[in-house]
């Protein structure tokens, strides 16, 4: 073989390889901007969550100013009653983007909102189960949005908490004593 074949056939290799790593490199470099663009997207859409969670955590806490008391009429009690849902039915949706153990403190604040508060009474009155524990949600998404461990529930939770148990018991002996008196 001629030596000026021998030039093109290793300049044509070469072109051909060069090629082909330019190839792969842009195909690589597009996964990773695809998955640099996809990260952003899921970023832009949990401050959006966060956003979204507190400021409707603040409406709750302006809401919880007119928690109703026994002195509340029915009507006025049943309409708080359905602006604070309609209220924790979008924290919950927008909670959805969260990770855990954000997730879960919002939805423990939630649970404590709309199952506990009315039947901790009278260890815990409504007021103080709104006000305490969309405070905990507030100062846990905050150290979440600074980078910090999740704040723990300080008393007014625990409190929450504890209420929480004891009433989970008393409704279980209860319900085990209706078990007890209606069997034969």
């Known amino acids: 073989m001629d030596s000026a074949w021998g030039t093109a056939l290793i300049a044509l290799a070469g072109t051909l390889v060069g090629a082909a790593l330019s190839l792969f490199g842009g195909i690589l470099q597009q996964k990773r901007n695809e998955k640099a663009t996809e990260a952003n997207r899921r970023t832009a859409l949990r401050e959006a969550s966060l956003d979204r969670i507190t ?71 409504p007021h103080q189960v709104v006000a305490g524990a969309t405070r905990h949600a507030i100062d846990s998404i905050g150290a979440f949005q600074r980078g910090e461990t999740l704040p723990a529930a300080g008393p007014t939770i625990q409190r929450l908490w504890a209420a929480r148990e004891v009433a989970d018991e008393n409704e279980r002996v209860a319900a085990e004593e209706a078990r007890r008196n209606s069997s034969p």
Do not use: K
């Open 55 to 125: 400021e409707e955590l603040f409406a709750v806490v302006r809401l919880s100013e007119s928690a109703p008391s026994s002195h509340t009429s029915a009507e006025d009690h049943t309409a708080w009653e359905r602006t604070l849902r309609e209220h924790l039915t979008r924290i919950e949706m927008a909670s959805l983007r969260l990770e855990n153990p954000l997730r879960a403190t919002i939805n423990d604040m939630s649970s404590l909102l709309l199952n506990d508060r009315d039947r901790l009474a009278p260890m815990a009155w």
